[in-house]
């Protein structure tokens, strides 16, 4: 595809479920992040791969949230036992380098979480 | 944590118009880069300015940076309707991972026709 891709769009979670958000980086792109966007927030980091070694979760809020990379390419980031807090949109970049550093982050539109 | 803070937070100007904003920061940075947000979708990477430039030009955008001061801006020129949308500034912090950045809250420009 021209672009990242991320999958569901929208998604509706009674609190407790678990849910699943996949994101698919542009081809050939060694670095995905993944950040958090709260409503009239800017985004927030959550974690960061280089290929298939995730290189740094420092952003992610609690070990409910869990993200893998397992073949370098698409990356699943999965929210365990949803609590109405982790209502936000999740989105995903991808950049060609293997370090974000200089290297332009290309965003996906993002899947927009509620917790109910 | 968020890094950055611009200001205005809401700004509404007519078509044709000049819009400026500006961007805060608060630790020293590899990198500044600006990004529009349209209403329901991602981020579009506008610009990106290294900490040894000053200024640059891309279009009818304009960024400072002033590293003194720890703050840029970001200027539209003969603002159309299309530019209405969310503007954010995002930083690369010195010593910080490998470029994850970190977004301030972002200015909401309202360009009327």
């Known amino acids: 595809g021209a672009g990242v891709s991320q999958s569901p769009r929208y998604k509706v979670a009674k609190r407790g479920q678990d849910v699943a958000l996949r994101c698919d980086p542009i081809s050939g792109h060694v670095s995905l992040f993944w950040y958090q966007q709260a409503l009239g927030q800017g985004p927030e980091f959550l974690t960061y791969?280089?290929?298939?070694?995730?290189?740094?979760k420092s952003g992610l809020p609690s070990d409910r949230f869990f993200a893998e990379r397992p073949e370098g390419s698409v990356s699943t980031l999965k929210i365990q036992r949803t609590q109405q807090e982790d209502s936000a949109v999740y989105l995903c970049?991808?950049?060609?380098?293997?370090?974000?550093?200089?290297?332009?982050?290309?965003f996906g539109p993002g899947t927009r979480l509620t917790v109910l | 944590s968020q890094q950055g803070e611009e200001d205005p937070q809401a700004l509404s100007i007519q078509e044709g118009e000049n819009a400026t904003m500006n961007c805060s920061y608060k630790?020293?940075?590899?990198?500044l880069q600006w990004y529009r947000q349209n209403s329901g979708r991602g981020l579009v990477h506008l610009i990106l300015?290294?900490?040894?430039?000053r200024e640059k030009h891309s279009g009818r955008l304009r960024v400072t940076l002033d590293t003194s001061k720890k703050s840029s801006s970001l200027l539209i020129t003969a603002s159309r309707a299309a530019d209405t949308a969310s503007y954010f500034c995002a930083t690369d912090p010195l010593g910080g991972s490998q470029g994850n950045l970190i977004f301030g809250k972002g200015t909401k420009l309202s360009v009327k026709p």
């Open positions: 970049a991808s950049s060609l380098g293997s370090s974000g550093r200089l290297h332009t982050q290309y």
């Open positions: 300015i290294r900490s040894n430039e």
């Open positions: 630790t020293s940075i590899n990198n």
């Open positions: 791969f280089q290929n298939e070694a995730q290189l740094d």
